[in-house]
């Protein structure tokens, strides 16, 4: 009968490989490292949109929930996404305010928009740049871990110099805000003056708030825009200028 052949004899590992691949495991992360990285760091805010349209019996104002987190991003790639309650719920306009927002407030942040991801998360069906202000102060507070009123909201686009650009439909956004429990309200500025839907006459907006028992403030720019919706100035970064000799 043909002999069994003996059973290969393992090579047992030396105590210095046994050291070295035990340090490459512990410093390798694990798929669950993966799926949470960056989590803990995250910042979410959230805010009040103001909107208006024209309802049954004319134009009413309202607000929907708007929450903003940011996260430190390691690609190196920017990366800024929209989460929808429905698919295609939020509108260009609106993706485009997103990205504007992201941009001028990791610049004024003193970052670069690549270093985090901003992720925004919007309900029902919206669309338009009229919050693209009010984004912007509240990713600007998260990227700077600020809180954010929540009594305050303000509508506005943010332009490419980070000034506050005009809008429609205030009055009504007003009313709006006020029935959302909202107690102070923002505006750009210059437009305190106001021509009424309803019946063609000027409206001052101020008095209009005062009526609905709104405080109320012109906003110029996106610092202000922060103070307003934080209640904390911004940080003044030091510029680096010409070196003297």
Not at 34 to 48: M, N
Not at 99 to 128: L, M, N, P
């Amino acid at each position: 009968m043909p002999s069994t052949p003996a059973a290969p004899k393992l090579q047992e590992p030396s105590r210095e490989e046994s050291e070295r691949k035990a340090a490459a495991s512990a410093q390798a992360p694990t798929g669950g490292q993966k799926a949470t990285d960056g989590l803990e760091d995250a910042k979410e805010r959230e805010v009040q949109m103001v909107w208006f349209r024209s309802g049954t019996h004319g134009p009413e104002g309202g607000t929907s929930p708007l929450k903003i987190r940011v996260a430190p991003n390691r690609s190196g790639k920017v990366g800024v996404a929209f989460m929808e309650e429905f698919m295609g719920g939020a509108g260009e306009s609106m993706r485009s305010a997103g990205w504007a927002a992201s941009f001028h407030a990791a610049q004024a942040a003193g970052t670069s928009i690549a270093d985090h991801e901003f992720v925004f998360r919007t309900g029902g069906r919206s669309d338009g740049s009229s919050a693209s202000m009010l984004s912007a102060a509240a990713t600007l507070a998260a990227l700077l871990d600020v809180p954010v009123r929540q009594d305050s909201t303000m509508t506005g686009t943010i332009n490419p110099d980070g000034t506050c650009g005009p809008v429609g439909g205030i009055e009504h956004k007003m009313k709006g805000a006020k029935e959302a429990g909202i107690k102070r309200f923002g505006i750009p500025m210059g437009l305190r003056q106001q021509v009424n839907r309803e019946t063609d006459d000027t409206l001052d907006l101020f008095d209009h708030a005062r009526e609905l028992g709104l405080e109320v403030k012109e906003i110029p720019d996106l610092a202000t825009a922060y103070e307003w919706m934080t209640g904390q100035k911004l940080p003044q970064r030091t510029e680096v200028g010409e070196a003297t000799l």
